[in-house]
């Protein structure tokens, strides 16, 4: 079956830098759109970036300059850098197959001094 492990997460200082990767199987990730999403306590889960199956990315505008999406279809893995997190970054974030019901289980970020 489907399955999206996500890893990466953690606490990180106001501008430092974090990396999460989302682990793909089950399905031929090369063919697929991929999403990142956060959802932060209290608030509606939120786009955060996509990337299509050649590479065209899109960010919501909250990360727009700070944050990078990528992907490896080698290693059946999508990326999100997180350049100078700020403290409203704090979320959980997820990973999704575009437009399908396949998400991940999640990984806490934590932006704080």
Request: with cysteine; net charge positive; aromatic share 8%.
């Amino acid at each position: 079956q489907v399955q999206l492990v996500e890893s990466g997460g953690g606490l990180v200082q106001p501008g430092g830098s974090l990396r999460l990767s989302c682990a793909v199987s089950g399905v031929i990730f090369r063919t697929l759109l991929m999403c990142w999403y956060r959802q932060a306590p209290g608030k509606r889960r939120e786009l955060v970036a996509d990337i299509t199956t050649g590479g065209r990315t899109n960010y919501g505008d909250s990360v727009k300059g700070r944050f990078t999406i990528s992907r490896d279809n080698d290693k059946n893995t999508v990326y999100l850098q997180m350049n100078s997190p700020k403290p409203e970054d704090t979320a959980v974030y997820y990973c999704q197959v575009g437009g399908s019901h396949h998400w991940g289980q999640g990984t806490q970020v934590t932006v704080s001094s």
